[in-house]
């Protein structure tokens, strides 16, 4: 089993930044594709950002692209999500998951997810 923790959510104004981590308790992090999902009430989780197992390649929606950006520390069992830029419409639990393919991060079919934390952006 493998447990995930995110933190650094939190209410922030529009145009306002926020880093969110999650801690992985596993001594196979680096076998794991990691991505970020989002969920706004009333809406599917939605896709946000996944990355490589080593860290060398990333891939972001649409929506977030320029603003977002994921990163990984193996060492530390760490995946992260900078976020600049906040939108109103950013506005969302943040979970993060593990996966195994880059080419099917997109879809919500991760092995195992976090409990999410809250961004809240305000106009």
């Known amino acids: 089993q493998v447990q995930l923790v995110e933190s650094g959510g939190g209410l922030v104004q ?24 989002r969920q706004a009430p009333g809406k599917e989780r939605e896709f946000v950002a996944a990355i490589s197992r080593s860290g ?5 929606v649409d929506s977030v692209k320029g603003r977002f950006t994921i990163s990984r520390d193996n060492a530390q069992n760490s995946v992260y999500l900078q976020m600049n830029s906040l ?23 991760y092995t195992y997810w976090g409990q999410g934390t809250q961004v809240t952006v305000s106009s």
């Not at 393919?101 to 879809?107: L, P, Q, V």
């Open 87 to 109: 939108k109103p419409e950013d506005t969302a639990v943040y979970y993060c998951g593990t996966t195994f393919k880059m080419w099917t991060a997109h879809r919500p079919d």
């Open 56 to 60: 060398g390649s990333t891939y972001y």
């Open 14 to 37: 529009a145009g306002g930044s926020l880093r969110l981590s999650c801690a992985a308790s596993t001594r196979t992090f680096s076998s794991y594709v990691m991505g970020w999902f």
